[in-house]
């Protein structure tokens, strides 16, 4: 078993191209499973000699462990793919995650904040300081893209045209797109790459070195942005809910508040699916029903 999630590892970063934090999940799940089987059965078996019933009792596991919808969707994920290389390498004759059926997704409503909350945010960093103009133009970006976090520091000097406004974003599966980028994020940006510092090794990577470093000239992880976030949310008094995800949310939210169809909202956060952007008109549906207090007569 281990053998083979090795060798599928290395199939999905060099015939698929998968990101460090796509190989990341992968490996944690499908060695969750591998967990609860020497857990289980006290040993861990070949993969071919596992049925859909072992699958399904690694699910109801999950649930008994009260794991959310989501994650446990994503490890039966993991393992259906998994599955599926090993049948086409020859290590397994069938596919047992096959006949599994995910949770019902749970669907809640996102977080977000409204304009004059990301206005207090987006002003909190210091003005006057490396780390808070850096900090600053992060925000701007996030807000004015709709970025995830880790599309934000997958950003490169490459990817930004400051003439045309736009910038080009790496999303999930390596797809690639192309936002608009707004006036104050690309004066936020020059102001921070007129002082920042980057690494000699960082900066011989010319129009590939990225667009935001750490304090040692570095490509940024995902946790820094969320603990940086987390400092200026205190500093703003806003509620500790906000993640980096939350200004993607408020993105969409606000553009659909203003009359964006939602088709174009969907291609500029770059989901695959119009139901995943669905969920941002039930957060807009107050500001329809302001409208609706106020032109329709019989409403109140």
Not at 292 to 297: F, G, L, R, T
Request: aromatic share 6%.
């Amino acid at each position: 078993m281990h053998s083979a999630i090795a060798q599928f590892l290395r199939y999905m970063v060099t015939e698929r191209n998968a990101s460090e934090l796509t190989i990341k999940s992968y490996r944690e799940d499908l060695f969750s499973f591998v967990d609860w089987l020497q857990t289980t059965l006290g040993r861990v078996p070949h993969p071919d000699s596992l049925t859909p019933q072992d699958l399904r009792s690694f699910q109801a596991a999950l649930q008994k462990a009260d794991y959310a919808r989501s994650s446990i969707a994503r490890k039966l994920a993991a393992l259906r793919s998994f599955y599926k290389f090993s049948m086409r390498e020859g290590i397994a004759t069938s596919n047992p995650a096959k006949p599994l059926r995910n949770p019902r997704r749970q669907r809640t409503l996102p977080h977000v904040l409204t304009d004059d909350e990301v206005g207090r945010l987006l002003l909190a960093p210091p003005g006057n300081k490396v780390d808070g103009l850096r900090d600053r133009a992060i925000l701007e970006t996030v807000y004015s893209a709709g970025l995830r976090v880790s599309e934000l520091v997958g950003l490169q000097d490459g990817d930004i045209d400051k003439h045309d406004q736009i910038v080009r974003v790496r999303g999930k599966g390596r797809k690639e797109r192309i936002c608009p980028l707004g006036s104050f994020a690309i004066k936020a940006i020059d102001a921070y790459a007129k002082i920042r510092k980057r690494s000699a090794k960082t900066e011989a990577l010319g129009r590939k070195a990225p667009v935001f470093v750490n304090r040692f000239g570095n490509i940024l992880t995902t946790r820094s942005v969320g603990r940086m976030l987390e400092k200026h949310l205190v500093a703003a008094e806003l509620d500790t809910r906000t993640s980096p995800h939350t200004l993607r949310h408020s993105f969409a939210t606000h553009l659909l508040d203003r009359g964006a169809d939602i088709r174009s909202v969907q291609e500029l956060l770059g989901h695959k699916s119009l139901a995943t952007t669905q969920i941002y008109t039930h957060v807009s549906a107050a500001s329809l029903r302001k409208v609706y207090e106020k032109a329709h007569p019989r409403a109140k």
